[in-house]
């Protein structure tokens, strides 16, 4: 089956089993490995991408569900031709919001939707956002810190 | 069985925007000073996704590996059987007989073997190795395999194991006149399970035939070293024939300290047959069902305690349950029982530790290794003896803490970098313990019967030794080496590993400091053991410590060496000396500690050249109808000697007290016939970001004079002290001691109640399996023949995962 869509802006034909992951589809077919698997059952949010201003576990959504989406990864958050960091990036880098790394995708990916729907800036709120998202290095302190630090800047 | 740790929906939302949540106090470091430390060195690629951890590392005309499973806990193994039906052409079948070398994983024992041979010694334990050019063969190839065995009696319970993997004995002053002058004994018996370190990256390696004949590893590891070491003897390969390589390493926490030595030569025997790469990749299942967890324990203290509130006798028996094989759980007991009484003062002490082998999966390394078990324990004590004293938890402490100058019960005289009382008021003062601790009494008071919530605030304190145990560090005699190469490159020399705590970071930072050169100067080399010496494994939070250590001696003597010869400053002059003289290299080795000794034979002296210190104060919300527990803060003051990157440092303490966190309320494997039943991320719980508390890191720094910079390690240091922080915050509000780990609702309510508690933690329950000492099952026979498996009855414990049903295969691959 061909199924056409739009990750990062980029349109994309991706010729493949209907009932393809789209984590697959993502890491091995658009060789895009910045989405991590961490569960493959939708628990632990490493694989988060934002498909139509939503988060969700790429381990959990076929192709075939896909046509003429708009897919987005941690690959489309900065600029791919300078590499400058984006905010957000940056705050997490700032703040030390990164350890390990793997939850990190995913974790950017929910804070981008969450930012970009207009979020709260209690820390209940960021807590809320993020909490389909495991993170065993941090605690969290730091990620909301640096969630908080971009949530805070006038967009 | 789950508990929320979520706060109530009716609590106070915080009206102004977050303040910092961990700022460290004045004093400890300079104010806003935490923004001068340089960023983290490999941050930008984890942010942008380009950082390549095993998983996303492509070698064209790899091949998929599967380790076949026991799904027995003890059984003889006469053989492997193939469905003659299913067309083996395009599989290959590895067993024990196709080993070149020892059957062995090489590590401290030599009891684990690669497969097993003849008998069958725990539930998920390899077999046989298959490979498949695609996913799908191999998938099928795993349904048409099975074990031919016979059950053999299991041994579950630790306490009637007869196999014994280790044994440590303390003693000091008199332990029968102590309790002689004792007016109160209080005696309890704490029993902790397995932990699960779970990393978000499970583990993965990647093999590829090397044109010597030997084999480069690729993967997630701790310790590319042990995995050298290990394959070597399992291949027959020589130092250069055996290359590894570690790749971007999503987490550790202890669980990729031994168990990537199989791993690797799992993919490493497949490789080497197919000529050909073979990706070894473990999903969440296969890790959850096969790897290693932190030890169960039970351990049972008797202190005694005059009228005048003098601690005067601990006696103190450790039992830990190591599983099948032995691992690393000798060292795991030492480090455990020599925490085991506590950062305490006591004149009559004696501690016993051992520790047996079960029927059960290994247990091997997980941060804290053996303390947060036994110094569990040790806060219990505390805090009820505090109860029946009817004095402050704080007060006692105060009391009994060790100060400069007394002696532990291995004899070790604490002559330096004592920070126990300042870590306890730092903590106690942040968290505002007494005055809380009025409240929550004086709420406890005038609670009525249809109260639902109670609220309490608990207080732990802990010490961490720095380190090695023991000798460790002089055998090991770790090397850390500082190039500055031809091209005039400044580069850092080691095999510690970046697991997300920062060592990328913290060693360009420290060379660069001793140079008076700016941090982007210096390097990093990859961690690949055909590039960098042995500075030992990145593991007993020894890398800032030892090998930071190390590097800067390094970088004195690179410095020294110079300048020398230039007769100008380094920094001005090295690139000079580079393209007049070419490469210098320096290698440092590790040198003994002075006046740092300790007897192994007799198990008497330093047992570690200092300790870390740390105190936590948690408070919790209780609903008294459902047992659920919200954590809802967490102070913990940590004394690291020095804070190399308090950034870096506050995100160790905030990490490890969110660990010790879930230890305390949800994290808890179950057992049956020996198999882990919550294998999988839906039943094995860790907290999220609803469950986590605020966490308020307090760096404290009290260095340490035998490492240049006085840093004495942060990793492991929190782990020991908020998880008893925790139960002590849960008496504090419902006035029941819970004296098992995690404390679930079904244990707390259970004690509020004064029922049975539910079964302990880390314990099979028997369901199938021929126990020869659980449930009365002593004397049952073995039954005549064998049990063969059902046909096409999966032997491997954990089908494909996916969205689609267990069984199920995906449909694409």
């Known amino acids: 089956m061909s199924y056409s869509l739009r990750v990062n802006g980029e349109p994309v034909t991706l010729e493949v089993p209907g009932m393809r992951r789209l984590l697959d589809a993502l890491r091995e077919d658009l060789g895009l490995t910045g989405t991590k698997e961490g569960c493959g059952e939708g628990e632990c949010g490493a694989c988060s991408v934002i498909i139509d201003g939503q988060v969700v576990d790429a381990c959990l959504v076929p192709v075939c569900q896909l046509e003429g989406a708009d897919v987005r990864t941690v690959e489309g958050l900065g600029d791919g031709v300078t590499g400058q960091l984006s905010a957000l990036q940056q705050a997490f880098l700032e703040a030390g919001g990164a350890q390990c790394g793997i939850c990190t995708p995913g974790m950017l990916m929910a804070a981008q939707a969450y930012i970009e729907a207009g979020g709260g800036l209690t820390e209940e709120d960021i807590r809320e956002a993020i909490a389909g998202n495991l993170c065993r290095c941090t605690g969290y302190t730091k990620i909301i810190d640096a969630i908080a630090l971009v949530a805070e800047q006038p967009s | 069985m789950t508990i929320t740790t979520r706060p109530p929906r009716t609590a106070p939302r915080p009206e102004a925007p977050l303040e910092p949540l961990a700022a460290p106090s004045p004093g400890d470091i300079e104010v806003g000073a935490a923004r001068a430390y340089p960023l983290r060195r490999e941050g930008p690629a984890k942010l942008t996704g380009e950082a390549l951890y095993t998983d996303d590392l492509v070698f064209p005309g790899a091949w998929y590996g599967h380790t076949v499973r026991s799904t027995e806990p003890h059984a003889r193994l006469f053989g492997i059987e193939r469905d003659p039906g299913f067309d083996w052409s395009r599989v290959i079948v590895l067993t024990a007989a196709d080993i070149p070398g020892e059957n062995v994983v090489s590590l401290i024992s030599d009891d684990q073997p690669i497969l097993a041979a003849e008998e069958i010694r725990h539930q998920a334990e390899p077999v046989a190795l298959l490979a498949a050019p695609d996913r799908e063969t191999l998938r099928e190839a795993k349904s048409r395999i099975r074990l031919r065995t016979e059950p053999l009696p299991a041994v579950f319970d630790p306490l009637l194991a007869t196999q014994e993997f280790a044994h440590f004995n303390l003693a000091k002053g008199d332990i029968d006149a102590g309790f002689a002058e004792a007016a109160l004994v209080i005696e309890g018996e704490y029993r902790v399970g397995h932990q699960e370190q779970l990393y978000i990256e499970n583990n993965a390696m990647i093999a590829v035939p090397r044109p010597d004949g030997g084999i480069t590893i690729h993967g997630s590891m701790q310790c590319p070293y042990y995995v050298h070491k290990a394959l070597k003897r399992a291949l027959r390969l020589s130092d250069e024939q055996a290359v590894i390589v570690q790749a971007e390493t999503g987490g550790g926490f202890g669980g990729k300290e031994e168990y990537p030595s199989i ?38 203290n008797r202190w005694g305690i005059t009228r005048d509130g003098r601690l005067v006798a601990q006696d103190i028996e450790v039992v830990m349950d190591g599983g099948a094989y032995s691992t690393l759980t000798p060292v795991v007991l030492s480090r455990g029982t020599l925490h085991a009484g506590g950062p305490y003062l006591c004149p009559n002490v004696r501690i016993r530790g051992r520790a047996v082998a079960t029927n059960t999966p290994p247990n091997g390394a997980f941060r804290g290794f053996g303390a947060p078990q036994t110094e569990f324990a040790a806060e219990m004590q505390v805090n009820r003896i505090a109860e029946a004293l009817a004095v402050s938890p704080l007060e006692l402490r105060r009391r009994w803490v060790y100060r400069l100058g007394d002696e532990t019960p291995s004899g070790q005289v604490l002559r330096e970098s004592v920070a126990g009382e300042e870590v306890l008021e730092r903590a106690a003062d942040a968290a505002d313990f007494e005055r809380v601790r009025a409240q929550t009494a004086d709420a ?273 240091l929190p782990m020991d002290v908020a998880a008893p922080a925790v139960v002590a915050a849960i008496h504090d509000a419902t006035g029941a001691w819970v004296h098992d780990l995690p404390a679930t609702p079904e244990r707390i309510l259970a004690a509020l109640a004064g029922i049975p508690a539910p079964p302990p933690p880390g314990i099979s329950q028997v369901r199938r399996a021929v126990a020869s000492n659980v449930g009365g099952d002593a004397n049952r026979e073995l039954p005549a023949e064998g049990t063969d498996p059902a046909p096409h009855r999966p032997t491997d414990p954990q089908p494909m995962r996916g969205p689609y049903g267990e069984e199920q295969a995906r449909p694409d691959d």
């Open chain 2, 263 to 300: 791993i690797a030569i799992h993919a490493a025997l497949l490789a080497q047959r197919l000529g050909r790469p073979v990706r070894m990749i473990y999903d969440r299942h296969e890790d959850l069902a096969a790897t290693t967890k932190r030890h169960p324990a039970i351990i049972r």
């Open chain 2, 444 to 716: 406890r008071e005038r609670r009525t019967a249809g109260a639902r919530t109670a609220r309490g605030i608990g207080l732990a304190l802990a010490w961490h030794g720095a380190g090695f145990t023991g000798s460790g560090e002089v055998k090991l005699a770790s090397v850390a080496s500082l190039e500055l190469a031809e091209d005039g490159v400044i580069r850092v020399l080691t095999a510690s590993t970046e697991m997300g705590q920062g060592t990328k970071t913290i060693f360009p930072q420290l060379a660069a400091e001793q140079l008076g050169v700016p941090v982007e100067a210096v390097e990093m080399a990859p961690q690949d053991t055909s590039i960098v010496p042995d500075s030992g494994p990145t593991v007993a939070s020894r890398t800032a410590m030892v090998v930071g250590g190390l590097v800067i001696r390094a970088a004195e003597r690179l410095r020294e060496q110079v300048e020398q010869v230039t007769g100008r400053a380094f920094g001005e002059s090295y690139a000079d000396y580079a393209r007049e003289h070419g490469r210098l290299r320096v290698d440092q080795r590790f040198e003994p500690y002075p006046g740092v000794v300790f007897d192994d034979e007799t198990y008497r002296g330093d047992a570690y050249p200092c300790y870390g210190w740390a105190a936590a104060v948690a408070e919790v919300e209780v609903d008294l109808d459902t047992g659920e527990v919200a954590v809802r803060s967490v102070v913990s003051a940590d004394d690291i000697g020095r804070a190399i990157h308090p950034v870096l440092a506050e995100g160790q303490v905030e990490g490890g007290t969110l660990q010790a966190v879930g230890y305390a309320t949800i994290e808890e494997i179950k057992l049956e016939d020996g198999r882990y039943l919550n294998d999988r991320l839906a039943t094995y719980l860790i907290p999220t970001s609803l469950d986590a508390p605020r966490i308020q890191a307090i760096l404290v720094e009290n260095p340490f004079s035998g490492a240049p910079h006085g840093a004495k390690g942060v990793g492991e």
